[in-house]
């Protein structure tokens, strides 16, 4: 039976830090694979505090406790948790690193879960401990789960291969060139701790967690010679060993831990990534000299293949054309009344599965009406979702995941009339997304340099949006990859290939909220006549209408109208191919010209 309230909850944590001679101990969101999507069992953070967003962090002493949560997280942490059990804290107002040097005293001990923490965040946080004289200490085992009595099972996946015609290489020649890496960097072995890099690497996929294809497994792989794959036996069918017999064998996680000590006691040089590897590994590779540096997964992975874009485009078309269906569905129902947030969500789901080729969706949909489009990562609660009423706003943000690619967009409507402000914030909003869309920028660019195009026109107002203005995608991998986004804190350079997210926002809490969100590819652009550097820029191949009802065509230049119209004179060239009958006589008109004679 399981412990109550989180109350109760609590205080059995604390007794059981007590037995470990703990003052406190640290929780964060994510499993050992460092997941946004994490299974059951590995929902600790949920199961202590009742906050169900997709990142948070908590930490526990004897006589208080806090939750750390970011910018989207604000309104939910409150909805969520008890606030008189567990404090609010903006990650960026009072970091937990912050806190830990206001609240921890000299001589305590702050227990940590070393599987579920990197080596990056256990350096930070051990320094924070050390600052005031505490210490960070890693435990055998996990408190919450000596008092989650009825903490769920693991999840059992079965594991497929993906396609060379969709992966574009094969798992030999990845290997290969990773392997050429290593010698490069002088490591004789990387021990990948990313489920997406594993999985990208062996060109397998796997269904343990929720709307993200990744085999849950750890991987170290020599510079020369066979990779191991750490998993469970029964999770790997017979063709993927023997698709892979030559590249790699498979074992079974409880042998980790021998294999990282061998390493050690050779003396062997390994390379891992601080940000994804936990602090189990460093422990386990004591005596082996480490290198820290990036995945070397990560940049081919987020550098999409052209057989890997060809399946994106073709995905977005796809999606597009089921997305397009429903908006047409939605204009003809919403106003009729009867819809509310859950039913609009489940057609939408309809019209996905319906193209025949979706696995999953991409993330679970943020359907949102009038005050919770508010909330820019709204979770949809279909026994106390909000109704879809006239002349109020509408967003929904869905993606699906398919074999070829996945998706990720947004698109905010009205059923009804707008209000002026409502026209004035959503055209701005528009703006933002066309400056991203059309920016050329030189090679060397980051996304934090790009991120304050999106934000010019709201900004000339005195307006804002809290969050980043785009991620990665991967492809039919997580629908929020790295290492590239653009936001003001990305520093990574953007390169040919990479996918992203365009979406800036608005958001009025209690009333309505607004974001426009396309896909676009990284791409060499071509030259600018008298120009002296070379230039990239987008590619947009989000294919979907834009509400006409919403636009302030006012606000738009003679530039940005351009756009907009040859923006919608593609949908419907394209995604008018896919769909027929009363919805592409909506579709012709939503995508009619907007622009000024």
Not at 257 to 274: E, H, P, R, W
Not at 337 to 362: M, P, V, Y
Not at 515 to 523: A, G, M, Q, S
Not at 526 to 544: H, N, P, S, V, Y
């Amino acid at each position: 039976m399981a412990i109550g309230a989180p109350s109760t909850r609590i205080k059995s944590l604390r007794s059981a830090l007590s037995q470990q001679k703990l003052d406190g101990f640290l929780i964060p969101r994510q499993d050992e694979f460092q997941g946004e999507y994490v299974a059951a069992y590995a929902e600790r953070l949920k199961w202590l505090t009742g906050f169900a967003g997709s990142w948070g962090l908590a930490i526990v002493l004897s006589k208080k406790a806090a939750i750390f949560v970011d910018g989207r997280y604000t309104s939910q942490v409150r909805e969520q948790v008890d606030v008189k059990a567990f404090v609010p804290q903006h990650l960026m107002d009072e970091p937990p690193t912050t806190w830990i040097k206001a609240n921890l005293k000299k001589g305590q001990r702050l227990g940590f879960d070393p599987w579920l923490t990197t080596i990056a965040d256990a350096k930070r946080f051990a320094a924070a401990c050390e600052a005031v004289g505490a210490k960070f200490v890693p435990v055998a085992r996990n408190p919450i789960d000596e008092v989650w009595k009825d903490q769920p099972e693991r999840p059992v996946s079965k594991l497929d291969l993906q396609p060379e015609r969709f992966a574009g290489k094969s798992a030999k020649t990845k290997l290969a060139e990773l392997g050429k890496s290593l010698t490069a960097q002088g490591a004789d072995a990387v021990f990948l701790a990313e489920p997406s890099s594993v999985s990208w690497l062996f060109n397998i996929r796997g269904n343990a967690v929720p709307y993200t294809p990744v085999a849950l497994a750890y991987a170290l792989v020599p510079a020369k010679g066979k990779a191991t794959i750490f998993m469970d036996d029964a999770q790997v069918p017979k063709d993927v060993k023997a698709a892979l017999k030559a590249q790699a064998e498979f074992a079974n996680p409880s042998t980790i831990a021998k294999a990282l000590k061998g390493l050690g006691s050779k003396k062997k040089t390994v390379l891992v990534d601080a940000g994804s590897a936990p602090q189990q590994v460093a422990l386990l590779l004591k005596g082996a000299k480490l290198i820290e540096g990036q995945d070397p997964c990560t940049m081919p992975k987020a550098q999409k293949n052209e057989v890997e874009r060809q399946g994106a485009r073709a995905a977005q078309l796809r999606d597009g054309a089921a997305l397009s269906r429903f908006l047409h569905w939605i204009s003809v129902e919403g106003p009729k009344g009867g819809l509310d947030e859950a039913k609009a969500a489940d057609k939408l789901f309809e019209f996905r599965k319906a193209t025949g080729k979706l696995e999953d969706l991409s993330f679970s949909s943020i359907s949102a009406a009038g005050p919770n489009a508010a909330i820019p990562h709204y979770h949809l609660d279909p026994a106390h979702c909000l109704p879809i009423n006239r002349n109020e706003i509408y967003l929904i943000d869905s993606g699906g995941q398919y074999r070829d690619g996945t998706t990720d967009v947004t698109r905010t409507m009205i059923i009804g009339e707008p209000t002026a402000e409502m026209k004035d914030r959503f055209t701005r909003v528009l703006k933002g997304m066309i400056a991203i869309s059309v920016v050329r920028f030189p090679e060397g660019t980051t996304g934090a340099h790009i991120d304050a195009l999106a934000r010019a026109a709201l900004w000339s107002a005195g307006l804002d949006f809290d969050h980043g203005t785009g991620h990665g995608v991967g492809s039919y991998l997580s629908v929020h990859e790295g290492p590239a986004r653009i936001s003001k804190a990305s520093h990574v350079v953007l390169k040919p290939g990479m996918l992203l997210s365009n979406e800036p926002g608005y958001y009025k809490p209690g009333a309505f909220g607004i974001r426009i969100e396309n896909l676009l590819f990284v791409r060499e652009a071509e030259a600018i006549t008298g120009g002296e550097r070379k230039m990239m820029g987008f590619e947009t191949i989000t294919l979907a209408p834009i509400d006409r009802n919403l636009i302030d065509v006012g606000l738009l230049t003679r530039d940005e109208l351009k756009w907009l119209d040859a923006y919608h004179a593609r949908v419907l060239a394209e995604v008018g191919m896919l769909v027929d009958g009363p919805a592409l006589e909506w579709l012709k008109q939503a995508c009619a010209s907007l622009g000024r004679a």
